[in-house]
């Protein structure tokens, strides 16, 4: 079962308050860069369940959904 | 132009947020329930499943346990619900600036100057419906009509899920043929009393003679003959989003609690009256208002409940003329035959605190103002430091006295008047 992960996140504040996501930091070290933000808008995570701005976003060629659940970032991990 | 208002339901609120947020316990009945040690066990919401098993809003932890053995309570996170309510409500504002919030998961929209934009009544709710499940995974039911009476019906016609348009040709149909208890303020001596004049539907009610019903029910008569016709033409009121409240006029500032131990004699009483008083009055001083009337409610042990109202002499916003006034209320109009379970300080005919005050010959209004340079003080302390920074000497020593209504206060449905 997925799980609700909280994760780092280095992100850039656009002037009209925008927030582009542009790296994720594993807590093994691993950093991914966020090559394209796809889509951001309000919506829910049922699977592991949260709601906040989803950031559908393009890392290494998969489609990954980054969640801003203020004031904290999580992704839907299948890892423990 | 004949308009269009939307009222929009979200579905077992609570317990749907709580079944979003862990997907672990969505299939199974949940319910969320206040806490029963410090005995509010009650059922604040349930979802479908729970529904469906009978349990009821309201109804004591114990009892829809016995009706629904696996029912999972979780506890409230009032929080997220708040949080939740407002995302809600920011749907809401895309299609009107005309939004009436009626408690956390309910609100009154207009949307008839935004039907050219965004399309009929109906369509409108369709995209509320379909935003609100995409971008808060929960679901609304909405009621669609020409006035706030027929969308509230509506809303709770059908659910969870659902859109109702009430329109002139099928409001007959639709509204006239429920029973009369489903209209809105029509409750149980209402519905005793109309139903021992043989009115049982709400077309019924709206065939009665208005004169009649003014000679039986006051002017509240009139009110619900016009409410079943769909004659009701309220407003709906433009929410303030920096304003802390669900209503712009204040009528009353009022804080109750359901004590953690039941109340045996006037000592206990004083210290929950007083703390209760030290929340009103504080919020009544930051809305910069004097009261007239204070009034208290008090609920025994058997669930028998009943409210007192004083008039003070003077307009005030102090905390012990109020706390006076109320403890005084108090031992007027009661003897303690049963141990009291919950309380509330209320007050009420408020009244701008620039307005000029009658002084008189026997009063001693410099200790009055003495008092309200102490009260400011206070509440000064109390902004900075936090609400139990300062404390009165009778609360100090007790187990309850950690209470703080102030902080701990949420916003309930108002009344729609």
Not at chain 2, 69 to 86: A, D, E, K, T
Not at chain 2, 273 to 296: D, H, K, Q
Not at chain 2, 309 to 336: G, M, V
Request: hydrophobic share 40%.
């Amino acid at each position: 079962m997925a799980i609700k992960k909280f994760v780092q996140v280095i992100a850039k504040f656009e002037e009209d308050g925008r927030i582009i996501p542009l790296q994720v930091l594993w807590e093994d070290g691993r950093v991914f860069s966020i090559d394209r933000v796809l889509d951001m808008r309000p919506g829910v995570s049922l699977k592991v369940g949260g709601q906040g701005i989803r950031y559908t976003c393009r890392i290494q060629n998969k489609e990954v959904c980054l969640y801003y659940e203020e004031p904290k970032w999580f992704v839907e991990s299948k890892e423990r | 132009m004949e308009r269009i208002i939307l009222h929009s339901d979200i579905n077992s609120f609570y317990a749907n947020v709580e079944c979003l947020y862990h997907p672990e316990i969505r299939d199974f009945p949940v319910a969320v329930g206040g806490n029963p040690e410090k005995r509010h066990g009650i059922i604040l919401a349930k979802n479908q499943k729970a529904k469906v098993a009978g349990v009821k809003t309201g109804e004591a932890l114990w009892q829809a346990r016995e009706k629904c053995p696996g029912l999972l309570v979780m506890p409230p996170n009032y929080q997220l619900y708040l949080r939740f309510s407002r995302l809600a409500r920011k749907i809401y504002n895309r299609y009107s600036d005309q939004v009436e919030p009626f408690g956390l998961d309910e609100a009154w929209l207009d949307v008839t100057a935004s039907s050219r934009i965004h399309g009929s009544g109906r369509t409108i709710a369709e995209k509320i419906s379909q935003a609100i499940q995409e971008e808060l995974g929960i679901t609304v039911s909405i009621g669609v009509s020409w006035n706030k009476i027929f969308a509230k019906f509506g809303s709770d016609y059908r659910k969870p899920d659902a859109i109702t348009v009430i329109t002139r040709d099928n409001f007959k149909k639709i509204v006239w043929s429920q029973e009369i208890g489903d209209l809105l303020y029509v409750g149980s001596a209402t519905k005793k009393k109309l139903m021992k004049y043989g009115i049982y539907t709400i077309g019924q009610l709206a065939q009665t003679s208005p004169d009649f019903l003014v000679l039986q029910f006051g002017k509240m008569g009139m009110v619900l003959w016009r409410f079943a016709n769909g004659l009701d033409d309220s407003p709906v009121k433009a929410f303030d989003e920096h304003y802390n409240g669900n209503e712009r006029i204040l009528k009353s500032i009022g804080n109750s609690i359901t004590t953690p131990r039941d109340l045996k004699d006037l000592k206990d009483v004083k210290l929950i009256l007083y703390m209760l008083t030290e929340s009103v009055a504080m919020r009544l001083r930051e809305t910069g208002c004097y009261c007239l009337t204070v009034a208290i409610h008090v609920r025994n042990k058997e669930l028998h409940s009943f409210t007192r109202q004083t008039k003070l002499a003077k307009p005030s916003d102090l905390t012990r003329e109020i706390a006076e006034a109320a403890i005084a209320l108090f031992e007027k109009n009661y003897d303690f035959s049963s141990d009291i379970r919950s309380l509330g300080v209320r007050v009420t005919d408020l009244v701008p605190d620039s307005t000029p005050i009658q002084l008189d010959v026997f009063g001693n209004e410099a200790l009055r103002m003495r008092q309200a340079q102490l009260d400011d003080t206070v509440d000064d302390l109390r902004k900075r430091f936090g609400n139990l920074v300062l404390r009165r000497a009778v609360t100090i020593g007790d187990s309850m006295s950690g209470l703080d209504p102030k902080k701990d206060h949420v916003i309930h449905p108002i009344g729609y008047f």
